[in-house]
T-cell receptor, first 113, second 113 residues
């Protein structure tokens, strides 16, 4: 049991279409995060959540929105996908957002054509 | 604003030798945490080591140690007795007191036999 799963694992979509990525956890952790990983940039924080309906922006939030209506799910939506949003997206969870660690999902590879 | 900097895009080390991966950070928060993660070619994010800003001792986990120099705002990772399986991308990350976790750009380490 992975404790954190991302879906889909791979997606190809067309420019201008909306896309939603899902992060699901079974750990009941309070904090959830969305990152994108691009060569030369490491992981950049898009949005994070510190509780149900409590979210905040990260470094690269433009063009992305999130929702967290229940503890276990954190959704990332690309309102109108662009080629610059082609990336690998990682979700992470943490019990307290502190030193007790962060667990990462396996990633979603998104290609916008 | 918080910032993490890894200035070494790529490093080589001979098998069985020790290697130091550099990380500097910037924050005005008195309470923060520093992490190192390993990302092998398979893509998963593997937690290696954690150092809290108030910890007096440098953190160690097996062959990994974190050289924490608070006044210099550096948190370098030392890997002793390198193994071929250590070849991977390594990320330094900082947790702010808001729970936000941000990453450096990463360092690719290659271990030579």
């Amino acid at each position: 049991d992975a404790g954190i799963t991302q879906s889909p694992r791979h997606k190809v979509t067309e420019t201008g279409t909306p896309v939603t990525l899902r992060c699901h956890q079974t750990e009941n952790h309070r904090y959830m995060y969305w990152y994108r990983q691009d060569p030369g940039h490491g992981l950049r924080l898009i949005h994070y959540s510190y509780g149900v309906k409590d979210t905040d922006k990260g470094e690269v939030s433009d063009g992305y929105s999130v929702s967290r209506s229940k503890t276990e799910d954190f959704l990332l939506t690309l309102e109108s996908a662009t080629s610059s949003q082609t990336s690998v997206y990682f979700c992470a969870i943490s019990p307290s957002g502190g030193g007790d660690g962060y667990t990462f999902g396996s990633g979603t590879r998104l290609t916008v054509v | 604003a918080q910032k993490i900097t890894q200035t070494q895009p790529g490093m080589f080390v001979q098998e069985k030798e020790a290697v130091t991966l550099d990380c500097t950070y910037d924050t005005s928060d008195p309470s923060y945490g520093l992490f190192w993660y390993k990302q092998p070619s398979s893509g998963e994010m593997i937690f290696l080591i954690y150092q809290g800003s108030y910890d007096q001792q440098n953190a160690t986990e097996g062959r990994y140690s974190l050289n924490f120099q608070k006044a210099r705002k550096s948190a370098n990772l030392v890997i002793s007795a390198s193994q071929l399986g250590d070849s991977a991308m390594y990320f330094c990350a900082m947790r702010a007191n808001t729970g936000k976790l941000i990453f450096g750009q990463g360092t690719t380490l290659q271990v030579k036999p």
